[in-house]
């Protein structure tokens, strides 16, 4: 999104809607934005204000104060927009810096707000008698010092509107798209059958139009669909700073790897004693990592655990709500890293129950699931122990 290192200038009211006159205390509903707007995990279609110099939005709570004390405002306008092919919804406050003060219009001002989830707030004039603040969701009310012929801009650090930077400065809605060629053609991202992939949208040359229709807003973090080696990733910007200095900005793609759970599956079964019971069970694991000089660091490696009674057809995990046995499917990593047992639990399996499921044919196989979030993390199984009584 980009901020530009200079100063909008105020629109004025050519054009807009003119919403209502001569307001001193009264709160104001403006219509419809005509979109969605994300505020501090809301989505807002309903912009509030006042006579005394604040923006409330979608309620009528004071997010934005402008010179905020008993003032009042001559004519308040408001407008549907489009900027670069992005929506935006306009306010203008042409006002009195005093609720008595009409006619004196020292105090105007333009807040928009664009479908991007950026504000941008401009001061065309303000006496500086008043509080200035803005709502911050994730941080919490920053007071701000708004000056006549400066702009401001609010972006959000987050797709949820929290957690707002405030710069000096002017926005434009740089357009970004991505697209990938691989072995098939042009794709974008897209879902097919409730499956996010990459989908072929067109043949080879790829143009400025073909980008601009059907490239995706982000890079998506997913190879999933891609046919090849060496697929092709291309990126459009109108961003006028990297337009005309290309040699200054240069484009780069990380990818990180990562481990795909592995499960381990025992393939010969123990065999216990017939006059023996199995009174605990230890499984020795250990997802840490120790350096040279004996420090120990934990990783979030995890290992769960399942074990069969009838030679690896079925394997159960165990309930400690219900404290009982319950089937789990091994091939499926996420039930088995949901439902696997824990080592650390082992104490807390129902050892009685166990020793009546292996009665018949007194034998049991482990079966292990192995997770590395990161290929830093760390999931080794040192030894497990089967105790009788």
């Keep these: 999104m980009g901020v530009r290192p200079i100063m909008a200038n105020p629109k004025g009211s050519s054009g807009m809607t003119l919403y209502g006159t001569r307001n001193d205390d009264s709160t104001v509903t403006l219509p419809d934005m005509g979109f969605d707007f994300m505020y501090n995990g809301d ?4 912009i509030y204000t006042s006579g005394n110099s604040w923006i409330g939005i979608g309620s009528s709570s004071e997010h934005i104060k402008i010179n905020r004390r008993d003032t009042s405002y001559n004519n308040l306008y408001y407008s549907s927009e489009e900027e670069n092919g992005y929506k935006l919804f306009r306010v203008r406050f042409e006002g009195n810096s005093t609720y008595n003060g009409w006619g004196n219009n020292n105090l105007v001002w333009e807040v928009s707000f664009y479908e991007t989830g950026v504000i941008q707030i401009v001061i065309e004039k303000t006496p500086n008698t008043g509080t200035d603040s ?3 969701p994730g941080i919490g009310t920053q007071s701000i010092t708004l000056e006549t012929g400066k702009s401001y801009v609010l972006i959000s650090d987050s797709k949820d509107g929290k957690n707002y930077k405030v710069t000096e400065g002017l926005y434009f809605p740089d357009k970004e798209r991505f697209l990938i ?4 053609g042009i794709k974008n991202f897209q879902e097919v059958e409730s499956i996010p992939k990459w989908v072929k949208v067109s043949d080879m040359p790829i143009t400025e139009e073909i980008l601009l229709n059907y490239g995706n807003d982000i890079l998506p973090s997913s190879l999933e669909g891609i046919v090849g080696d060496s697929p092709k990733v291309y990126y459009y910007t109108d961003n006028p700073d990297v337009v005309e200095r290309q040699e200054k900005f240069k484009f780069r793609i990380k990818i990180i790897a990562t481990s795909l759970p592995k499960v381990i599956e025992q393939k010969e079964d123990f065999f216990i004693p017939s006059e023996k019971l199995i009174s605990n069970i230890i499984a ?5 990592i120790i350096n040279n000089s004996g420090n120990i660091t934990k990783t979030n490696g995890i290992v769960r655990i399942a074990f069969s009674v009838d030679s690896g057809e079925t394997y159960l995990t165990f309930n400690i709500n219900e404290n009982d046995y319950r089937e789990v499917d091994i091939k499926n ?3 088995f890293l949901d439902k696997g047992i824990n080592p650390e639990n082992l104490n807390l399996i129902n050892y009685e129950r166990l ?6 044919n007194r034998k049991i196989r482990f079966a292990y699931i192995l997770e590395k979030p990161t290929l830093s993390d760390v999931c080794k199984i040192k030894k497990l122990k089967i105790f009788y009584s």
């Design 43 to 46: 989505l807002i279609r309903t």
């Design 134 to 136: 803005f709502v911050n």
């Design 181 to 184: 060629i691989d072995d098939e």
């Design 355 to 360: 020793n009546e499921l292996i009665e018949l």
């Design 284 to 288: 020795e694991v250990s997802t840490d």
């Design 333 to 335: 990593s996420l039930e």
